[in-house]
C-alpha cells in the first residue's frame, strides 16, 4: 500500500428514521471518505466520527471485515450510508467486495442491484489470483 491515503469524499444524507425528510446539507449532514491508510470507509456528522466500514485490501478486490456505529449516532441509517459509499467507490473502481461482515452482507441482500460488486467464488475466501 502506498504511503499517500487514498481520499474519496462525498455528502450523503442518512434518511430520518422517524420517515421523514433527509437531514439537510449542513453542519449535521454525513460526510463519507475513503480512510486508505486505515483501511476503513469514515461517516462523520458534524466533522465527528460516526461510523466505520473497515476492510483488507487486495488488488482485485476489498474484503469488508466489521462495519461499526458509534455510541449516540444508532438508529440514523448512517451504517447504511456508509455501506452504499463504499460499495460506489468499489463498483467506480473496477473492483469487486468480499462480505465478510454480517452487517454488509445483509446489506447486499436486500439491496439486489449490488449484485455486480459482490466477488463470485467458490466456497472460499478469494485469493488474489481469482
Do not use: K
Not at 3 to 31: E, F, V
Not at 68 to 86: C, D, M, T, W, Y
Not at 89 to 109: E, H, I, K, S
Not at 110 to 124: E, K, L
Amino acid at each position: 500500500m502506498s504511503a499517500t491515503p487514498r481520499w474519496s469524499t462525498t455528502t450523503a444524507t442518512a434518511p430520518d428514521p422517524a420517515g421523514g425528510a433527509p437531514a439537510a446539507a449542513g453542519a449535521g449532514a454525513l460526510t463519507v471518505v475513503d480512510n486508505a491508510e486505515l483501511s476503513r470507509y469514515e461517516g462523520r456528522v458534524g466533522g465527528e466520527l460516526a461510523a466505520v466500514a473497515v476492510y483488507s485490501p487486495a488488488p482485485r478486490f476489498l474484503v469488508f471485515a466489521h462495519t461499526e456505529v458509534l455510541p449516540g449516532f444508532a438508529g440514523r441509517g448512517i451504517a447504511s450510508a456508509v455501506v452504499r459509499h463504499a460499495l460506489d467507490d468499489v463498483r467506480a473502481r473496477g473492483l469487486t467486495a468480499v462480505p465478510l461482515c454480517p452487517f454488509v452482507a445483509r446489506w447486499l441482500q436486500r439491496h439486489p442491484d449490488y449484485a455486480d460488486v459482490v466477488h463470485r467464488t467458490a466456497s472460499r475466501v478469494p485469493r488474489d489470483e481469482d
